[in-house]
């Protein structure tokens, strides 16, 4: 019975969701419709210091933790179904996705102050990218990542 019930829930969730990313990424909205129209897909009050370009692409939003001083480029998915935390002072450019599921994995995707994070990158679930941390465009990163690493293209845990 409570399987039943939190399926509901998270279909409930799920479509509400799409509702709002439909209107925020079709409608013609000025500053202060888009931020309130995130703060309801995300489920609180984002910090003012964050910046969004649209499109923007979410499954339920309401599995996103965001620090201050958040920069998102415009096509940036983030499936986050399992959890996505993002610490400070973070740069995710254009084309990104952010993926918590993938197949028969999931997981929570951490990503530290200070992460830059170039185009067309990919992110797989069970990911801590560490503070300062720079992953270059076209990046698919399928394990954690150290503090002040510098990463590009496929990065394998050795």
Not at 13 to 35: A, F, M, P, V, Y
Not at 106 to 128: E, M, R, T
Not at 129 to 144: C, L
Request: charged share 20%; aromatic share 6%; glycine share 8%.
């Amino acid at each position: 019975m409570i399987i039943t019930k939190q399926l509901k829930v998270d279909q409930r969730l799920l479509e509400q969701n799409q509702r709002l990313l439909r209107h925020l990424n079709t409608s013609c909205l000025n500053d202060r419709q888009i931020k309130q129209l995130l703060n309801e897909i995300f489920g609180y009050q984002i910090d003012d210091s964050n910046q969004f370009l649209l499109p923007f692409y979410s499954d339920y939003g309401r599995n996103i933790k965001l620090g201050k001083n958040i920069s998102v480029s415009c096509n940036v998915t983030m499936a986050d179904k399992a959890g996505i935390r993002i610490g400070d002072n973070v740069e995710i450019s254009s084309s990104t996705s952010l993926l918590t599921v993938d197949g028969n994995q999931s997981g929570p995707i951490v990503i530290d102050s200070g992460v830059k994070i170039g185009g067309n990158v990919i992110i797989l679930p069970n990911v801590h990218i560490g503070t300062d941390a720079v992953i270059s465009a076209g990046s698919i990163i399928t394990h954690n990542i150290p503090a002040g690493e510098n990463i590009s293209y496929v990065y394998e845990e050795r």
